[in-house]
């Protein structure tokens, strides 16, 4: 014997979209600051070089799409830093001590449990030699990988919102997406995907176990 679905079974998202630094990671921004102070640069230097120097920007933008590889950003980005910066495993460095995020990692198990199906969504920042995602032990959580190094496009091109979908074999609006940066959100949204701005860890796991009928099973 078959049982109708509940209205509420209906309604449940099937797929779950997250991005990955600042959403399966704790906020870099400290760590990144700590390391900067280590090396006698002032605390915003990693930011600013990345964000604020044009060579920074290219650079960065350049590596997001398979452009050049990490090595070549490690040692362009090290020499913007300061002659004093070895560019070995620069953004090994930088990262490998950012923490897990792990209510969130916990909240995608509860969705893949579940029975939805999940995507990584990220803007890359290089794969070799530093893997971020394998570091972070989170590759194996997801059934889609979608990492713009290898697509040769990064968030916010609508592309690779649909690229995402169509990987899902899910509607836009059969999906919900998550990530920090709130200029990552509009093309999602403009797809039918339901969006959560993940500002801070533990309020972005509660609104997604309401929106997903799932708990992330984590006290703290």
């Not at 906020?27 to 990345?50: E, K, S, V, Y």
């Not at 971020?132 to 091109?157: N, Q, R």
Request: glycine residues 10%; contains cysteine; proline residues 7%.
């Amino acid at each position: 014997m078959t049982y109708p679905t509940s209205s509420a079974e209906e309604r449940r998202p099937q797929g779950l979209i997250l991005d990955f630094a600042g959403v399966l990671t704790a906020d870099p921004r400290p760590i990144h600051r700590a390391w900067c102070a280590a090396q006698d640069l002032t605390p915003g230097a990693w930011r600013a070089t990345l964000n604020d120097h044009p060579e920074g920007r290219r650079l960065y933008a350049a590596l997001e799409i398979g452009e050049i590889g990490q090595a070549e950003w490690n040692a362009g980005t090290a020499a913007l830093l300061g002659a004093h910066i070895a560019p070995g495993n620069l953004m090994g460095r930088l990262w490998s001590g950012v923490p897990t995020a792990r209510r969130m990692v916990a909240l995608g198990e509860a969705a893949r449990a579940a029975g939805m199906r999940l995507a990584l969504l990220s803007n890359s920042f290089g794969l070799d030699p530093y893997n971020p995602y394998t570091h972070a032990g989170i590759w194996d959580l997801f059934d889609v990988h979608v990492i713009s190094e290898l697509e040769g496009v990064a968030k916010p091109d609508p592309a690779i919102y649909q690229l995402t979908l169509d990987r899902l074999n899910l509607s836009g609006e059969e999906c919900v997406f998550v990530d920090d940066h709130p200029a990552n959100l509009p093309p999602a949204q403009a797809l039918g995907i339901t969006t959560v701005l993940a500002a801070e860890e533990a309020a972005a796991v509660a609104e997604l176990e309401s929106l997903l009928g799932v708990s992330a099973g984590l006290a703290n």
